[in-house]
């Protein structure tokens, strides 16, 4: 089974600023099958990110994201007050599909 | 538009059994995967399993085999998921989400169900 351990645990950021938010995995995600969703209070998660850097429909251009093999970011520039939430990665290359334990985006 | 709509809450106690829905429109039920997702209070998000509704492919996470069973009718185009005993921590929220092809490397989560919330006690 893929761990994912995801960095910080918490980021505390001003609106304005730019997030960088790290995953790594125990061992290489065959073709860079990472994903990342944010989840936002009492809400369902929301897919952002696919093959480690492809926007999902209707993800605004701020939201980015990098990486390969072990390390993958997720960079947010230009924070807005929305952006603020819980961010989850997941591997989705080998069975079971794991995810990271989140990191907690709060405003400053 | 895609959407899924699961049912509403629930409270059980330990033992009783349960079955909680959702149903899938706006997309061809029977060709997608729909995968189940826990969370219990405060914590992250942990990958159950899925199924295939057009023959009923079913893939559980270690962690769940055993525990639950997925199952799904493309007729009704509602995928399911159940407990024959539960236990006071089974006490979680419980997404669906549509889940893309294993084979085509899409199988990640790109539309989710609003929430089953089930709550367990003794």
């Known amino acids: 089974e893929i761990v994912l351990t995801q960095s910080p645990g918490t980021l505390s950021l001003s609106p304005g600023d730019s997030a960088t938010l790290s995953c790594r995995a125990s061992?290489?995600?065959?073709?860079?099958?990472l994903a990342w969703y944010q989840q936002k209070p009492g809400q369902a998660p929301r897919l952002l990110i696919y093959?480690?850097?492809s926007r999902a429909t209707g993800i605004p251009d701020r939201f980015s994201g990098s990486g390969s093999g072990t390390d993958f970011t997720l960079t947010i520039n230009s924070l807005e007050p929305e952006d603020f939430a819980v961010y989850y990665c997941?591997?989705?290359?080998?069975?079971?599909?794991?995810f990271g334990q989140g990191t907690k985006l709060e405003i400053k | 538009e895609v959407q899924l709509v699961q049912s509403g809450a629930e409270v059980k106690k330990t033992g009783e059994s349960l079955k909680i829905s959702c149903k899938g429109s706006?997309?061809?039920?029977?060709?997608?995967?729909i995968g189940w997702v826990r969370q219990m209070p405060g914590k992250g998000l942990e990958w159950m399993g899925i199924?295939?509704?057009?023959?009923?492919?079913?893939r559980y996470g270690p962690s769940f085999q055993g525990q639950v069973t997925i199952s799904a009718d493309k007729s009704i185009s509602t995928a399911y998921l159940q407990w024959s005993r539960l236990k006071a921590s089974d006490t979680a929220m419980y997404y669906c989400?549509?889940?893309?092809?294993?084979?085509?490397?899409?199988?990640?989560?790109?539309?989710w169900g609003q929430g089953s919330l089930v709550t367990v006690s003794s």
């Open positions: 989400a549509r889940h893309g092809s294993v084979s085509a490397g899409t199988n990640y989560f790109d539309f």
């Open positions: 199924i295939y509704p057009g023959d009923s492919d079913t």
């Open positions: 093959g480690a850097s």
């Open positions: 061992q290489s995600v065959r073709s860079n099958f």
């Open positions: 706006g997309y061809s039920f029977a060709n997608w995967w």
């Open positions: 997941q591997q989705y290359a080998s069975s079971p599909y794991t």
